[in-house]
Each structure stands twice: as C-alpha cells, then as structure tokens.
C-alpha cells in the first residue's frame, strides 16, 4: 500500500507489450497503414536491422514504421513485392512481378532506399 504523497514503482514492460505479434505496420507518407507479416517485411534489409536492432530504433518497440517520403500507391506495391519475394524465393516455381511503367522510377528509388 502506498502512502500519501508517494508515486507507484516504475514498471517494466511486459513482454506482451513489446511483441508485435508477428505483425509490423508499416505508414506512408498520407498516412495509409499496411499491416504486414514481420517475415514479409524482413525482405527488406533496412527494415530487417530496423527491427532487429538491440536496443536502436524505436520501430523495434513498436513495430511500426513511417516512411513520409513514400506514397501509398508505391508503399502498396512494396507491400505486394514483399509477399511475391516470400513466395517465389525458393525457386522451385516463378512468376513476374508486374510493375506499371509509370511507377518505376518511384519504385526503384524506394527499393533503392529498402534494400530489396
């Protein structure tokens, strides 16, 4: 029991709280959130260290991260990349990743800045 005046102990973070449930969201610069699988996202090596980092980033402990220089049509077909690279990085079966023309130079300069 706590007397007058006096402050409750600083807790420490329950485990609970620092685990994204295997989930990372991921916000473009409108605002618009993906909600991916951390697998997924660890296509990236950016957002790998990001999230993986001891003690760095604050996407670590929160399991978001903010790109306020990628558009939500480009942060979308990221999105998609990431789960098209899970599928098919074994090999064993392939298929095209289509890009629209119009994107590409957007595009690259993300993949450029993610590390894909």
């Not at 449930?21 to 959130?33: D, R, T, Y």
């Not at 996202?41 to 001891?54: E, H």
């Not at 998609?80 to 690279?85: G, L, P």
Request: glycine share 8%; aromatic share 10%; charged share 25%.
């Amino acid at each position: 029991m706590m007397g007058k005046g006096e402050a409750p102990a600083p807790r420490e973070p329950e485990e609970e709280e620092e685990d994204t449930g295997g989930f990372v969201k991921l916000i473009s610069a409108e605002g618009f959130e993906f909600v991916v699988d951390k697998k997924a996202a660890m296509v990236s090596n950016t957002l790998r260290n990001m999230l993986t980092s001891p003690g760095g980033f604050s996407e670590t402990r929160q399991g978001e991260v903010r790109f306020p220089e990628i558009s939500t049509h480009v942060l979308e077909k990221i999105c998609q990349y990431f789960y098209w690279s899970l599928h098919y990085s074994s090999g064993k079966e392939t298929a095209e990743f289509q890009i629209e023309p119009e994107m590409t130079l957007e595009l690259m300069m993300a993949a450029n800045y993610l590390d894909t």
